[in-house]
């Protein structure tokens, strides 16, 4: 079965540092990845996603992950953080049917 | 700009007291999904809809039910919320297969008193 773990419960960074959040994922075909990212009170607003081809995806907001194979991960960067980014990130596969296997989620805290 | 839409943004009901939540969107997409989500935890699908085939959880209470009356429009109906029925119910969207992109709403905090 698939399955979607992001290591790290909270992370804090400076703000103006860089970031970067794990996701690691079990799937035997390739897989469908997705990172969204969830303010307090709010929906899941999609930052990328990587279906094929360039392993570096570019998304919104300023975000970027790499997906490698030989790791099973799909690790989410932004070189700069900036306070508005505070918020909880979700990493994702696409499972069978129209599903998505979520991890359990990463809390972005931003210091200043 | 196309989107999801859910109304009411909060809802309070009362413990036994049926209560219905709404989602629309302007995407024309074929699937339409509800998900519960509690705090601090990813959210869990209750049920689908592609086009007007319904798909349950095997987990999903029977409690929870929803409508699809049109391509537009996705209901949830809680017939009798319970104290553990608390939770951000978001609704989301996404074409058919093979494309697994779902948007979502912005979602409804029910709150059972």
């Known amino acids: 079965a698939q399955s979607v773990t992001q290591p790290d419960i909270h992370i804090t960074v400076s703000e103006g540092a860089s970031l970067e959040l794990r996701c690691n994922y079990s799937?035997?075909?390739?897989?469908?990845l997705f990172w969204y990212v969830q303010s307090p009170g709010q929906g899941l607003q999609l930052l990328l996603k990587y279906f094929s081809g360039d392993t570096l995806v570019q998304g919104i907001k300023g975000f970027e992950a790499e997906f490698k194979r030989s790791q099973s991960s799909f690790n989410l960067r932004k070189p700069s953080v900036h306070w508005s980014d505070a918020a909880e990130y979700f990493c994702?596969?696409?499972?069978?049917?129209?599903?998505?296997?979520f991890g359990a989620g990463t809390i972005l805290r931003v210091k200043s | 700009d196309a989107m999801v839409i859910q109304n009411p943004r909060y809802q309070v009901t009362q413990f036994g007291k049926p209560v219905t939540l709404s989602c629309s969107q302007t995407l024309n997409h074929n699937v339409m999904y509800w998900y519960q989500q509690k705090s601090s935890q990813a959210p869990k699908l209750l049920f689908h809809y592609y086009d007007k085939d319904f798909n349950n959880e095997a987990d999903t209470p029977d409690n929870f039910q929803s409508r699809r009356p049109n391509t537009s429009f996705c209901f949830l109906d809680i017939r009798s919320p319970g104290l553990g029925d608390a939770a951000m119910y978001l609704c989301?969207?996404?074409?058919?297969?093979?494309?697994?992109?779902?948007?979502f709403g912005p979602g409804t905090r029910l709150t059972v008193l």
């Open positions: 994702a596969v696409a499972g069978y049917g129209n599903k998505l296997v």
């Open positions: 799937y035997g075909a390739t897989p469908y």
């Open positions: 989301a969207t996404s074409r058919d297969l093979p494309e697994h992109t779902q948007y």
